[in-house]
């Protein structure tokens, strides 16, 4: 009977030190998961406006790799109107290929293989 109760009031003591460093690690918790939200919304500010200037940049680069393409037509002894004929054409392909692309990516947004699973059941 000694046994038991040394052994129970050992678990006992064990339960309320867990409870009290329990009761003492919440807010520490509470306080780093709010610390590291701030620092997430303030890094997807940053990354958001950094993404703008990116594209920008790359619009600018686009710009001046058509403009070259451009004079290069040109020089090839190609009227203005034609070389900007081809440039245009170059350009919707590219965007037809780009959404060819997103939509196909799209179809992994709609969780397809989910929604059939939930049918059939």
Do not use: D
């Not at 920008?56 to 090839?76: E, M, P, Q, V």
């Amino acid at each position: 009977m000694a046994k038991t109760k040394k052994g129970l009031s050992k678990s006992l003591v064990n339960i309320v030190l867990t409870v009290f460093s329990l009761v003492k690690f919440i807010p520490h918790l509470v306080s780093l998961i709010e610390e590291e939200t701030c620092l997430a919304g303030r890094s997807l500010i940053s990354l958001l406006i950094l993404y703008v200037i990116a594209g920008a940049l790359l619009t600018c680069t686009w710009l001046g790799i058509l403009a070259l393409c451009f004079f290069y037509l040109t020089s090839l002894q190609l009227s203005s109107m034609m070389s900007l004929f081809i440039l245009i054409v170059f350009n919707l392909l590219l965007m037809m290929i780009v959404l060819l692309i997103m939509l196909r990516k799209k179809n992994n947004l709609l969780f397809a293989k989910t929604r059939n699973l939930i049918r059939k059941v």
